[in-house]
C-alpha cells in the first residue's frame, strides 16, 4: 500500500499564509505525479494544483498567482504554499499521488484537511 498524511491545515485570515504538506509512504518505487485537491459541499472534488516528477506545475486559473506547489523527490514530499487566501478557498484539501509500487501502479489519496479561510 501507499499511504499519503496531509498536514499543515486550520484557520487562517484573508490575505495571510499557510502550508500544506503531504509524505508519500510505503511499497513505492517511483511517484509519477503528485498533486492537491480540493472540495465543498454540493461540488465535485476540483484540481487545485498538479506536480510531475519533472517539476513541471499545472494550476487551476482560480489559484494562479496565489498558490504555489512544490516537492521533494528524495522525500516524497509535496508543499502547497497559499498566499493570500481568500473565503471561496475555504475546502477540504486533499492529497493525491500517482505512480508505481514494486508489483504495479498506485493512485491514493490522503484522508484530507480542511482549511477555512475567514474574511
Known amino acids: 500500500q501507499v499511504q499519503l498524511v496531509e498536514s499543515g491545515g486550520g484557520l487562517v485570515q484573508a490575505g495571510g499564509s499557510l502550508r500544506l504538506s503531504c509524505a508519500a509512504s510505503g511499497s513505492i518505487a517511483v511517484v509519477n505525479v503528485m498533486g492537491w485537491y480540493r472540495q465543498t459541499p454540493g461540488k465535485q472534488r476540483e484540481l487545485v494544483a498538479t506536480?510531475?516528477?519533472?517539476?513541471?506545475?499545472n494550476y487551476a486559473d482560480s489559484v494562479k498567482g496565489r498558490f504555489t506547489i512544490s516537492r521533494d523527490n528524495a522525500k516524497n514530499t509535496v508543499s502547497l504554499q497559499m498566499n493570500s487566501p481568500k473565503p471561496e478557498d475555504t475546502a477540504v484539501y486533499y492529497c493525491?499521488?500517482?505512480?508505481?509500487?514494486?508489483?504495479?501502479?498506485?493512485?491514493?489519496w490522503g484522508q484530507g484537511t480542511q482549511v477555512t479561510v475567514s474574511s
Open positions: 493525491n499521488a500517482e505512480g508505481l509500487t514494486g508489483w504495479g501502479r498506485f493512485n491514493s
Open positions: 506536480i510531475t516528477r519533472g517539476g513541471n506545475t
